[in-house]
């Protein structure tokens, strides 16, 4: 029988539909057991993980999420948290926002350098340089601050490269009708340009926050003390802290992805557009 | 021009600095004795590191696990994510539920997940994933401790990391599959070509920059692979798990050589240049931009 009897593509799409169904259980049945057992009592969560009952708490208490902020400074970390991705991405919306303009739109000596060095870079991980990173960082005096964990991250050839390449597909006549008004490139770009350009950085803004929020390695090398460290190294952290109770562990992973949940549906579209524009259109 | 040069200068600047500088020092100190705090001056010693690395065991196992688990995930979060786009790509009810389903664990940090699955891997006949496989086997399946057995760290490593990173690979996919033009179904329709035949020569190559991007995007993970270990085995069970990164974090922190862990990092880094030539190459060329 071929694939294009009726038959065959009906029980395909049947089959088809069923696969999806049951892989997309498979996908959120983790998401639902974390944020049940952060609702319910220590003892419960292994004592009811083999039945329905570890997906439903009855009844529900946020005492868990008083016992994080009793046993841990979570309010400290996730302050930390939200100031070093508050510096990474403004100011990586800042800085890599004018170069992709200016490599898109101006032409000066070294522009082509510049797009060579933005496109080398493209593809050098973190993991790559951490170790001599570290050593640099430590000899400029970064160790344990909230600027060692902001200034490396600002600078982004992946964020170049988005706002390159808005900038290009962007028509030229609103800048030109600027210019002949008399303003000046960079007038030009904040007044004209970047309120057109509110895609790219939705796009940038949440790609950015998305990866810094998650950093672990940089903080964990850089970082000694609660004074400055993140979420991620602040929930395996609390993992290790006695007594081991895991209701109190899966609130702090709650709390610790809420923002980044929140966000992420607020600007789902941008994130799609952002990833696509690097994995597609490239 | 002074515009421009002001405009590029703080990205250039900050590009050369952190991530331009650190890789040219780690060529340089790969090739010197450098230990953090010693007395002793530094020296260089040639490829000295390089081959220490190539006769240690522990490194040489740490390779390898890179490359077993970019075997196992680059192909399995490809197939997965190529199969759940090419069905959220056709119109159902539900779909976008499915599609937040396979993308909600994406903005997780791995950190969060790793802590996560830690209980879900719990040991003993109560463990979350014990005692859920106990009761979908009807009782046959035998309680294993997921993350100290020697065979099954790695596959539960694995396992949490395609949960994870599954949906954005998924969602380049879907953005491929949505740039291809309906016309060419339309033709190949008209062309007499089955299902099976569409798929294999309309939608397979107009994929093709999308699935070379996701595949080396994923290998590139594969090799970045820490957080997860550091977290969850510490690289055991008898280094069952450990990773490149594993051994360059532990030897810059727990034994100070600098020296050694710069020199991972250029293998490191060497292996990630090798995998983006690799895509290069199969990169389907189209006019350069600008």
Same mark, same amino acid.
């Given at each position: 029988?071929?694939?294009?009897?009726?038959?065959?593509?009906?029980?395909?799409?049947?089959?088809?539909?069923?696969?999806?169904?049951?892989?997309?259980?498979?996908?959120?049945?983790?998401?639902?057991?974390?944020?049940?057992?952060?609702?319910?009592?220590?003892?419960?969560?292994?004592?009811?993980?083999?039945?329905?009952?570890?997906?439903?708490?009855?009844?529900?208490?946020?005492?868990?999420?008083?016992?994080?902020?009793?046993? *841990?400074?979570?309010?400290?970390?996730?302050?930390?948290?939200?100031?070093?991705?508050?510096?990474?991405?403004?100011?990586?919306?800042?800085?890599?926002?004018?170069?992709?303009?200016?490599?898109?739109?101006?032409?000066?000596?070294?522009?082509?350098?510049?797009?060579?060095?933005?496109?080398?870079?493209?593809?050098?991980?973190?993991?790559?340089?951490?170790?001599?990173?570290?050593?640099?960082?430590?000899?400029?005096?970064?160790?344990?601050?909230?600027?060692?964990?902001?200034?490396?991250? *600002?600078?982004?050839?992946?964020?170049?490269?988005?706002?390159?390449?808005?900038? @290009?597909?962007?028509?030229?006549?609103?800048?030109?009708?600027?210019?002949?008004?008399?303003?000046?490139?960079?007038?030009? +770009?904040?007044?004209?340009?970047?309120?057109?350009?509110?895609?790219?950085?939705?796009?940038?803004?949440?790609?950015?926050?998305?990866?810094?929020?998650?950093?672990?390695?940089?903080?964990?090398?850089?970082?000694?003390?609660?004074?400055?460290?993140?979420?991620?190294?602040?929930?395996?952290? +609390?993992?290790?802290?006695?007594? @081991?109770?895991?209701?109190?562990?899966?609130?702090?992973?709650?709390?610790?992805?809420?923002?980044?949940?929140?966000?992420?549906?607020?600007?789902?579209?941008?994130?799609?557009?952002?990833?696509?524009?690097?994995?597609?259109?490239? | 021009?002074?515009?421009?040069?002001?405009?590029?200068?703080?990205?250039?600047?900050?590009?050369?600095?952190?991530?331009?500088?650190?890789?040219?020092?780690?060529?340089?100190?790969?090739?010197?004795?450098?230990?953090?705090?010693?007395?002793?001056?530094?020296?260089?010693?040639?490829?000295?590191?390089?081959?220490?690395?190539?006769?240690?065991?522990? +490194?040489?196992?740490?390779?390898?696990?890179?490359?077993?688990?970019?075997?196992?995930?680059?192909? *399995?979060?490809?197939?997965?994510?190529?199969?759940?786009?090419?069905?959220?790509?056709?119109?159902? =009810?539900?779909?976008?539920?499915?599609?937040?389903?396979?993308?909600?664990?994406?903005?997780?940090?791995?950190?969060?997940?790793?802590?996560?699955?830690?209980?879900?891997?719990?040991?003993?006949?109560?463990?979350?994933?014990?005692?859920?496989?106990?009761?979908?086997? @009807?009782?046959?399946?035998?309680?294993?401790?997921?993350?100290?057995?020697?065979?099954?760290?790695?596959?539960?490593?694995?396992?949490?990391?395609?949960?994870?990173?599954?949906?954005?690979?998924?969602?380049?996919?879907?953005?491929?599959?949505?740039?291809?033009?309906?016309?060419?179904?339309?033709?190949?329709?008209?062309?007499?070509?089955?299902?099976?035949?569409?798929?294999?020569?309309?939608?397979?190559?107009?994929?093709?920059?999308?699935?070379?991007?996701?595949?080396?995007?994923?290998?590139?993970?594969?090799?970045?692979?820490?957080?997860?270990?550091?977290?969850?085995?510490?690289?055991?069970?008898?280094?069952?798990?450990?990773?490149?990164?594993?051994?360059?974090?532990?030897?810059?922190?727990?034994?100070?050589?600098?020296?050694?862990?710069?020199?991972?990092?250029?293998?490191?880094?060497?292996?990630?240049?090798?995998?983006?030539?690799?895509?290069?190459?199969? +990169?389907?060329? =189209?006019?350069?931009?600008?």
């Amino acid at each position: 029988m071929s694939l294009d009897h009726p038959l065959a593509r009906r029980l395909l799409r049947v089959g088809a539909l069923i696969a999806i169904t049951a892989s997309a259980l498979v996908w959120i049945l983790p998401v639902a057991f974390i944020l049940a057992a952060s609702l319910k009592p220590d003892a419960a969560v292994l004592a009811e993980a083999g039945g329905l009952k570890a997906f439903w708490p009855s009844p529900p208490t946020l005492e868990n999420y008083g016992d994080v902020f009793d046993r *841990v400074a979570f309010g400290r970390i996730f302050l930390n948290s939200m100031i070093v991705n508050a510096g990474i991405v403004l100011g990586g919306l800042l800085v890599n926002s004018l170069a992709g303009y200016a490599l898109a739109r101006l032409r000066f000596r070294g522009r082509a350098v510049t797009i060579a060095l933005m496109l080398a870079l493209l593809i050098v991980p973190l993991e790559a340089i951490a170790v001599p990173l570290f050593y640099e960082i430590t000899f400029l005096g970064g160790r344990d601050s909230y600027w060692a964990q902001i200034v490396p991250f *600002v600078a982004n050839a992946f964020s170049i490269y988005l706002f390159y390449s808005f900038f @290009l597909g962007l028509p030229k006549e609103l800048e030109e009708a600027a210019r002949v008004d008399g303003a000046g490139p960079f007038r030009t +770009f904040f007044q004209v340009v970047a309120p057109n350009a509110r895609p790219a950085f939705a796009s940038v803004a949440i790609i950015t926050f998305l990866l810094s929020w998650g950093l672990y390695l940089w903080p964990l090398m850089i970082t000694s003390t609660v004074d400055v460290r993140p979420l991620p190294l602040g929930v395996a952290e +609390f993992r290790t802290l006695p007594p @081991l109770q895991w209701g109190d562990v899966m609130a702090f992973a709650v709390m610790m992805i809420a923002p980044a949940v929140v966000l992420f549906l607020a600007l789902q579209r941008w994130f799609v557009a952002g990833v696509a524009t690097a994995g597609v259109k490239r | 021009m002074r515009a421009a040069l002001l405009m590029t200068a703080p990205a250039a600047l900050g590009l050369l600095l952190f991530v331009g500088l650190p890789l040219i020092l780690a060529a340089g100190m790969s090739l010197t004795n450098l230990r953090l705090g010693s007395p002793l001056p530094v020296e260089w010693v040639g490829l000295e590191q390089y081959r220490r690395l190539a006769g240690d065991p522990g +490194f040489r196992r740490a390779l390898l696990n890179n490359v077993y688990f970019a075997a196992v995930v680059v192909p *399995v979060q490809t197939a997965l994510a190529l199969g759940a786009a090419l069905v959220l790509n056709t119109r159902f =009810r539900g779909r976008a539920l499915a599609r937040t389903a396979f993308f909600l664990p994406v903005v997780f940090p791995m950190s969060m997940v790793a802590v996560a699955w830690e209980l879900l891997y719990a040991p003993g006949p109560d463990g979350p994933l014990n005692a859920f496989l106990h009761s979908v086997t @009807l009782g046959a399946w035998q309680a294993r401790d997921f993350l100290r057995d020697p065979l099954l760290a790695m596959p539960s490593l694995m396992a949490l990391s395609v949960w994870q990173g599954m949906g954005l690979q998924m969602v380049v996919l879907l953005a491929g599959l949505q740039t291809i033009p309906e016309a060419l179904y339309e033709s190949a329709r008209l062309d007499g070509a089955g299902a099976w035949a569409r798929f294999r020569y309309v939608t397979l190559p107009q994929l093709r920059n999308p699935l070379v991007f996701v595949v080396v995007i994923t290998g590139i993970l594969a090799f970045r692979l820490f957080d997860q270990v550091q977290i969850l085995t510490r690289g055991g069970p008898v280094n069952a798990t450990t990773t490149v990164m594993y051994e360059a974090v532990t030897a810059t922190f727990r034994r100070q050589q600098v020296g050694l862990a710069s020199a991972m990092s250029v293998i490191f880094f060497a292996g990630v240049l090798g995998l983006t030539a690799f895509g290069r190459r199969f +990169f389907h060329q =189209r006019p350069e931009v600008a």
